[in-house]
């Protein structure tokens, strides 16, 4: 039964979601850029009907927040559950709303649906919640449902793998389901919880895109369904199954971003949304600190005298946190054994970690300390004691020959929560980097549930100290996880030429300040490639900050060039922090660029990257995005000394700055020196 349509508006900066409902569940009627305020909602609905022909259906009910297969709907529905085996087929109705909250009742079935939108930021977050009278079984939730642009031809969403992290994936919008799915118990490499929803024509920098990112870190679907009718619709939610049998059920919130800039309106609502609103930082006014990480120097082979001096050395670079990574409890010698002994090993450590804590400390820095909590050996004593702490069968396929504690039971957290507080007691640490080096047996809600329980406690009760979440690099970055950490560390690839590209779409979501990024080795232990310091020493300054070679490998001179980066990171990292990184349109393939861009828009620094030799002889312009363009802005290369003779001609800033418009600047664009591949132009600039 139909009765009066209403009508409902949410406004976030750029962009509104109209929702109506004619008693029903609330469809969005318009998604997009942001609407003018007297916008008369009844005339956009007018507007929007749409007829039907062609006989097998009379009548569309309009997409609905949670399509239901109970009206004959033409495509995935958004809640596929059971009750004593049976299909539920319920039928929603209206029962209560203010505006943001939406509560939608069967009474006949005793289900009530709720979906909750609010304001983040630039974002919308639109979150589900199923409650049910009695037990029902749950295979599928989406969050709020929404229209895909009829505009776009393209989904653009991310694929990747174990040191080569968030790769662009384009694919059509066709008739069907395009499924994104991560099924192995974390977002993943494989499928991170981002999708980008390009009108035609849109590139970083003009035209309008819809970005959507979930955030959960247990696995998800995303739907991308264009219906016969034409309409599309995406989903997003837990993955399938994942939850089963209960009586409440929540989504995580899914962030809606709407551009008239390009991608990068998107981008940036995302950065904002994760630094601004998402992360909790417990030093704020504190700046971030440049890193040192001992992994790729010294692996799992720990020694005070060795590690002592590269504490030295590290923080004669500029490096103000050392982090001791993976090796220093059980006999942790290689990755066979001691997951879960979170205890000091004495053979390496006979005095404790105070030692070590306390030369880094006379050095000027903090001190992080290496975990993996969730992780067990069965080559250990927690596994001997708990063997029936392990999630998943027996015969289970191992992971770098580790298997999963089981959190969702509150025993195994409480011990985990005992043994990390003991360390965090007894040591003065201010850093965990939090790792989670394989897949889940089996994916299970509960087991995200239960690290976010037991993040949360620790954050509460250390709240001074800062968490990086690692899973093999970048197994593990959303929202949901950076609720309750402050870093990801991107990838396991130090490789400065691979990392180019991986942080350039990885901007896609992620802002500067939680981006680790560190001076690797000069051969890639992960690549094998030899890279100059020039080139590793500005891809980590382009994030935040770090060293992870052996700094007794080091030149006089690459030492010089790592002080000289570290010392202009430090200088501006005052505004860096709080700048957008917007993705330059590069007229070059060969050149992967992007433009940082300070809050208030006076300051702003360029890099351009040159991952291979150029198609064509000169390099081609460079165009800049965001600044005004009747202001005069004053550019200069940082970098000028790498310079290389074979640059023929008289470029202009090879002589020094120059002062031109933002007009010229983001029309013209800028010619950048003629440079070698695997170099970077860093570019500064100030507006008059
Ligand atoms: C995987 C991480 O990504 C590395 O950085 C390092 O911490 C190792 N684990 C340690 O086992």
Same mark, same amino acid.
């Given at each position: ?21 004619? $008693? ?13 305020? !007297?916008?008369?909602? =009844? %005339?956009?609905s ?20 949670? &399509?239901? %297969?109970?009206?004959?709907f ?36 005793g ?36 229209p895909?642009? !009829?505009?776009?031809q ?8 174990w ?6 994936e384009?694919a ?17 490499h494989?499928?991170? #919880?981002? =999708?980008?929803? &390009?009108?035609? @024509?849109?590139?970083n ?15 998800? *679907? ?5 219906l ?5 619709q ?10 089963t *049998? ?23 609502? +995302?950065?904002?949304?994760?630094? /601004? ?19 790729e ?9 060795v ?7 590290a923080?004669?670079l ?14 942790? /010698? ?11 090993d ?11 804590i ?8 903090? +001190?992080g300390l ?16 708990? &063997? ?21 039971? &509150? ?5 985990l ?30 087991q ?24 093999? $690099? ?24 691979e ?5 350039? /779409?990885?901007?896609?979501?992620? #802002? ?15 690549? @094998?490639?030899?890279?100059? *310091? ?31 980066v ?31 861009? =300070? ?7 360029? +890099? ?8 064509q ?31 023929? $001609?008289?470029t202009? +800033?090879?002589? @020094? ?11 013209q $664009? ?5 440079q070698?591949?695997?170099? *970077? ?6 507006? !008059?």
């Amino acid at each position: 039964m139909s009765e009066a349509l209403q009508f409902w508006r949410i406004d976030a900066p750029g962009q509104t979601l109209v929702l109506s409902s004619d $008693g029903g569940i609330p469809g969005a009627l318009y998604w997009g850029p942001a609407l003018h305020p !007297q916008t008369d909602l =009844a %005339a956009l609905s007018h507007a929007c009907e749409q007829e039907v022909t062609g006989g097998m259906i009379d009548r569309l009910p309009p997409l609905s927040l949670c &399509p239901e %297969a109970s009206w004959s709907f033409e495509g995935q529905p958004g809640l596929v559950a059971y009750r004593d085996g049976k299909p539920l087929y319920p039928r929603f109705r209206l029962e209560v709303t203010d505006g943001e909250e939406f509560t939608c009742r069967d009474n006949d079935l005793g289900l009530s649906l709720t979906f909750l939108f609010e304001v983040v930021g630039q974002t919308i977050s639109a979150k589900a919640t199923l409650e049910s009278d009695a037990e029902i079984t749950l295979h599928h939730l989406a969050a709020p449902v929404l229209p895909g642009p !009829q505009m776009g031809q393209e989904i653009v969403d991310f694929s990747g793998r174990w040191i080569g992290e968030f790769q662009v994936e384009r694919a059509p919008w066709r008739a069907g389901i395009h499924k994104r799915e991560a099924r192995t118990g974390r977002s993943g490499h494989e499928h991170p #919880p981002l =999708a980008y929803f &390009p009108e035609a @024509g849109a590139s970083n920098t003009q035209g309008t895109v819809f970005a959507m990112h979930y955030g959960w870190s247990g696995g998800h *679907v995303m739907l991308a369904e264009e219906l016969p009718s034409g309409r599309r619709q995406i989903q997003w939610g837990h993955a399938c199954g994942t939850r089963t *049998v209960g009586t409440r059920f929540d989504t995580a919130p899914l962030y809606l971003a709407v551009s008239q800039s390009g991608f990068n309106g998107c981008a940036t609502a +995302f950065q904002r949304l994760l630094r /601004d609103h998402v992360v909790t930082w417990p030093k704020p006014e504190t700046p971030r600190p440049v890193h040192y990480n001992c992994w790729e120097a010294v692996y799992f082979d720990h020694d005070m005298a060795v590690l002592s001096e590269i504490a030295e050395r590290a923080a004669a670079l500029g490096a103000e946190r050392f982090v001791l990574d993976d090796g220093w409890f059980g006999r942790r /010698d290689d990755d066979t054994s001691s997951l879960g002994d979170w205890e000091i090993d004495r053979r390496k450590w006979p005095d404790g970690l105070t030692p070590l804590i306390n030369h880094v400390e006379r050095l000027g820095m903090t +001190f992080g300390l290496w975990v993996e909590p969730e992780m067990v050996n069965l080559d250990s004593d927690l596994a001997r004691a708990h &063997p029936d702490w392990i999630l998943g069968p027996q015969d289970q396929i191992e992971g770098r020959q580790q298997r999963v504690l089981d959190l969702s039971r &509150p025993e195994v957290r409480d011990h985990l929560f005992r043994k990390l507080s003991a360390l965090l007691q007894e040591n003065r640490i201010d850093y965990l980097k939090w790792d989670h080096n394989r897949l889940l047996p089996i994916a299970d809600a509960a087991q995200t549930e239960g690290i976010y329980a037991l993040l949360g406690d620790l954050r509460r009760t250390f709240p001074n100290v800062e968490i990086e979440s690692c899973a093999s $690099g970048g197994g593990r970055i959303d929202a949901g996880i950076l609720s309750l950490t402050q870093r990801v560390w991107l990838s396991d690839s130090n490789d400065a030429l691979e990392r180019l590209r991986i942080q350039h /779409d990885a901007a896609l979501l992620l #802002p500067m300040s939680v981006t680790g990024s560190h001076v690797g080795p000069r051969v890639c232990h992960t690549s @094998g490639r030899t890279i100059d *310091v020039r080139m590793r020493a500005w891809i980590a300054a382009q994030r935040h900050m770090g060293f992870e070679m052996d700094p007794c490998e080091l030149t006089d001179e690459e030492a010089e060039v790592l002080k000289r980066v570290a010392s202009w990171w430090k200088d501006n990292r005052h505004w860096r922090m709080q700048a957008d990184i917007l993705r330059l349109d590069s007229a070059d393939a060969s050149v992967i660029a992007e433009q940082q861009l =300070a809050m208030d828009g006076n300051r702003f620094v360029v +890099f351009a990257g040159k991952a291979r030799s150029a198609h064509q002889i000169m390099p081609r312009p460079l165009r800049l995005t965001g600044l005004d363009p009747q202001a005069l802005y004053r550019i200069d290369l940082v970098n000028r000394d790498e310079l290389h003779h074979l640059s023929r $001609g008289n470029t202009a +800033f090879k002589d @020094g700055p120059l002062v031109l418009s933002g007009q010229i600047l983001m029309q013209q $664009g800028l010619i950048l020196p003629w440079q070698f591949p695997e170099t *970077v132009w860093v570019i500064e600039g100030e507006r !008059q």
